[in-house]
């Protein structure tokens, strides 16, 4: 069974720093999906990336970054130089079993992320 | 990108009374949509899978008869909450995807019940 966890359940920085939300999966697929959500306190989720299980490589999207480590099953995400606007709770989810219209998304816990001014 | 669309944002609700929230894929035809439940500082968890045409399949835990979903088009599926009680305040979101790989999957923006 597919499972997401992030231990991580709060955090605090201060404006401009550097932090890293953990995220590790299980599952039994080869191919699966790993995606990342913010959901600020409006509510709504917002799609920040998706990423396969046969790439690897870590993506750069301005001050967000993302590492895939397949060998630890984890998908962290760091935001870099973190602003106000970044405090939402950031969620960590799976998709199995390729990426049909069918599959669903499988959310972990989520991290709250609180950026001090 | 595509737009997921769901309707009430909010509703109140007396004990013992039914609501129905649609969730419209505006600009896509969705053969599959989820439907998730969050509860206050809690993540997402699914509670079923709608199936356009088919009957909806429900996550273990989850009251089928409780949580009635009909997928009745392409691009709308319904929940429908039967004899709402207070424990089922909760907040209600539904994805969809596109109809084809490698797309990523869209929320709507939610519906928060207050059941009073």
């Known amino acids: 069974a597919q499972k997401v966890t992030q231990a991580q359940t709060e955090i605090s920085v201060v404006e401009k720093e550097d932090v890293t939300l953990d995220c590790v999966y299980e599952?039994?697929?080869?191919?699966?999906?790993l995606f990342w959500y913010k959901q600020p306190p409006s509510g709504e989720l917002v799609f920040l990336i998706r990423?396969?299980?046969?790439?690897?490589q870590n993506e750069i999207s301005g001050r967000y970054s993302w590492n895939f480590q397949k060998s630890t099953s984890s998908f962290n995400f760091t935001i870099t130089a973190s602003q106000v606007v970044d405090s939402a709770v950031y969620f960590c989810?799976?998709?199995?079993?390729?990426?049909?219209?069918?599959?669903?998304?499988?959310f972990g816990s989520g991290t709250r992320l609180s950026i001090r001014p | 990108g595509a737009v997921v669309s769901q309707h009430p944002s909010r509703v109140i609700c007396k004990s013992g009374t039914s609501v129905k929230i649609e969730c419209r894929s505006l600009?896509?035809?969705?053969?599959?949509m989820f439907w998730y439940r969050q509860f206050p500082k809690q993540s997402l968890m699914l509670m079923a899978t709608?199936?356009?045409?088919?009957?909806?399949?429900?996550e273990q835990g989850v009251e089928k008869d409780k949580f009635l979903i009909n997928h009745a088009s392409l691009t709308l599926s319904t929940l429908t909450v039967t004899s709402a009680h207070p424990e089922d305040s909760s907040f209600y979101i539904c994805?969809?995807?596109?109809?084809?790989?490698?797309?990523?999957?869209?929320f709507g923006q939610g519906t928060r019940l207050t059941v009073v």
């Open positions: 600009d896509f035809q969705a053969t599959t």
């Open positions: 989810a799976l998709s199995e079993k390729g990426y049909s219209s069918a599959s669903k998304i499988i």
């Open positions: 990423r396969n299980s046969f790439d690897e």
């Open positions: 994805s969809a995807r596109v109809d084809r790989k490698n797309t990523e999957a869209f």
């Open positions: 599952t039994r697929d080869t191919t699966y999906y």
């Open positions: 709608s199936n356009e045409g088919s009957k909806a399949t429900y």
